[in-house]
C-alpha cells in the first residue's frame, strides 16, 4: 500500500469517528468531547476518562489508548484490524467508548473508499 493509500484509509476512518460522535452526542447523553489535532483524535467522556486514536504514519497503522489498553490497527482489506487479536478498530472503540461512558455507543466505519 502506498502512503498515500493509507493516509486516504485513515482520515476516512478519523472522519467518520468524528461523524458518529457528533451523532452520538445528538442521539444521546453520553456528552463526548472529541478534539482532533492533526492525525490524533482524543475522545473525552463525562467521567474524564478519554480515548486516543492517532495514526502511526511510519508503520501504516492506527493506534488506540483506551483504558483497556493500546492497541495497534493495520489496514486489512479495507477493515483496520487489531495485530494482536484480530478485532476491528470500529468494534472495539464500540466497545471501550460504550465501557467509558457507561452506556452503549455505536461507532461505525465509513464507507468502502475505491482507490
Not at 442521539?27 to 467521567?47: V, Y
Not at 486514536?53 to 483496520?80: S, T
Request: proline share 3%; hydrophobic share 40%; with cysteine.
Amino acid at each position: 500500500m502506498t502512503d498515500l493509500d493509507y493516509l486516504d484509509h485513515a482520515e476516512a476512518a478519523l472522519k467518520a469517528i468524528e461523524v458518529a460522535c457528533d451523532r452520538i452526542n445528538d442521539e444521546t447523553d453520553a456528552d463526548i468531547d472529541n478534539q482532533r489535532t492533526g492525525g490524533m483524535i482524543t475522545l473525552t467522556f463525562a467521567n474524564r476518562s478519554q480515548i486516543v486514536i492517532n495514526l502511526q504514519k511510519p508503520l501504516q497503522e492506527v493506534w488506540m489508548a483506551a483504558r483497556a489498553g493500546g492497541f495497534h490497527y493495520r489496514l486489512n482489506e479495507n477493515r483496520w484490524i487489531d495485530t494482536k487479536d484480530g478485532s476491528e478498530l470500529f468494534a472495539g472503540l464500540s466497545r471501550y467508548a460504550s465501557e467509558q461512558a457507561g452506556q452503549p455507543l455505536v461507532f461505525s466505519a465509513p464507507p468502502v473508499a475505491r482507490l
